[in-house]
């Protein structure tokens, strides 16, 4: 079974500053990697996703992410943050092999302060 | 539906009591995946259906929970004689097909065993 680790339960961040959401993953097989986000009171939001190809991946609302198998991590990065970016972020897993169950990390809060 | 719609949003019960929470999937989703999100933990995998069936239950953590889906649309989870440490938010997700592509996500059904 996978485990993924978000290193960082808050992050505590100024607007129109840069962030990076830490994951790293348990295991090196193949895997399709997950961002989701939570905004207060909403449910879960697909933010971006790597299934193949480019491990530079683009999402929504200007966030990217970079696969990176031999350091087994997948972390969220957004060069300038807004207000409306204040939510909880989740990275998940999934092996190839068994891709109907997706293993989730704990969770990222990311606050923007004015 | 537009989106994934669950119910209730909010249940408080009492420790012994039974209770029923209810997901109804976007149209046409095939796919179905239940998740538990305990306070301050990631999400918990539960168990996912295939059209009616269920090819993984794995992670129904005990045999007071079930579930069951029919026509391929709604789904019920049930979960009897209530204990404290079943109080979470309960996800439901749905996919067109199955979950490499992402899931979308309800808003949750909160549960509260008291």
């Known amino acids: 079974a996978q485990s993924v680790t978000q290193l960082d339960s808050q992050v505590p961040v100024f607007e129109e500053a840069p962030v990076e959401l830490r994951c790293n993953y348990s295991s090196s097989v193949s895997v399709y990697l997950f961002w989701y986000v939570q905004y207060p009171n909403q449910g879960l939001q697909l933010l971006l996703k790597y299934l193949s190809g480019s491990t530079l991946v683009k999402g929504i609302n200007g966030f990217e992410a970079e696969f990176n198998k031999s350091q087994t991590s997948f972390h969220l990065r957004k060069p300038s943050v807004h207000i409306s970016d204040t939510a909880e972020y989740f990275c998940a897993v999934s092996d190839r092999n068994n891709f109907n169950k997706f293993y989730f990390g704990s969770g990222t809060k990311l606050n923007v302060k004015p | 539906g537009a989106g994934v719609s669950q119910s209730p949003s909010n249940k408080v019960t009492e420790k012994g009591k039974d209770v029923e929470l209810r997901c109804d999937p976007i149209s046409g989703h095939t796919a179905l995946y239940w998740y538990r999100q305990s306070l301050g933990q990631g999400l918990e995998f539960l168990i996912y259906?295939?059209?009616?069936?269920?090819?993984?239950k794995s992670g129904l953590p005990s045999d007071r929970f079930s579930a069951e889906r029919t026509g391929g649309s709604v789904s019920t989870l049930t979960i009897q004689r209530t204990q404290q440490e079943d109080s979470a938010v309960y996800l439901c997700a749905s996919s067109k097909r199955t979950g490499n592509y992402g899931y979308t996500f309800g808003s949750g059904t909160r549960l509260t065993v008291v």
């Open positions: 259906f295939q059209g009616n069936s269920a090819p993984d």
